[in-house]
Nanobody, 123 residues
Framework: QVQLVESGGGLVQAGGSLRLSCAASGRTSSSYAMGWFRQAPGKEREFVAAINFSGGNTYYTDSVKGRFTISRDSAKNMVYLQMNGLKPEDTAVYYC????????????????WGQGTQVSVSS
C-alpha cells in the first residue's frame, strides 16, 4: 500500500505562483508513475500533469503547458508541481496520484490517491 499526502495549496492572486508537494510513503517504488489532477466545483476531475518513473518524460494538459512544471525526487519519494502564472480558472482541489506503470492522463488508471489540497486564485 502507498500513501500520498499533498501540501502547498493556498490562496494566491492571479499571476502568482504556488508549489505543490506530494509525499509518498509505504510500499513506495521508483517504478511508479505520478500524476496531478484537479477538480473544480461542479466539474469533473481533470488531468493536469504526469511524470514517468524515471522522470525523463513529462506530460501536461494544454491549458497549463508553459506555466506548470511537474518534477520528482525519487530519493525523497516526493513529487512536485510548480505552478506559475496562475489564473482564476486554475482554482480547484489538486490531487496527487500514483500508479505502478507508465504515466497516464486517465484518472481511472491510477491506484493511489492523496486527499487533495485546495488552490484558490483570485482575480
Amino acid at each position: 500500500q502507498v500513501q500520498l499526502v499533498e501540501s502547498g495549496g493556498g490562496l494566491v492572486q492571479a499571476g502568482g505562483s504556488l508549489r505543490l508537494s506530494c509525499a509518498a510513503s509505504g510500499r513506495t517504488s521508483s517504478s511508479y508513475a505520478m500524476g496531478w489532477f484537479r477538480q473544480a466545483p461542479g466539474k469533473e476531475r481533470e488531468f493536469v500533469a504526469a511524470i514517468n518513473f524515471s522522470g525523463g518524460n513529462t506530460y501536461y494538459t494544454d491549458s497549463v503547458k508553459g506555466r506548470f512544471t511537474i518534477s520528482r525526487d525519487s530519493a525523497k519519494n516526493m513529487v512536485y508541481l510548480q505552478m506559475n502564472g496562475l489564473k482564476p480558472e486554475d482554482t480547484a482541489v489538486y490531487y496527487c496520484a500514483g500508479r505502478y506503470s507508465y504515466a497516464s492522463y486517465r484518472d481511472s488508471d491510477y491506484k493511489y490517491w492523496g486527499q487533495g489540497t485546495q488552490v484558490s486564485v483570485s482575480s
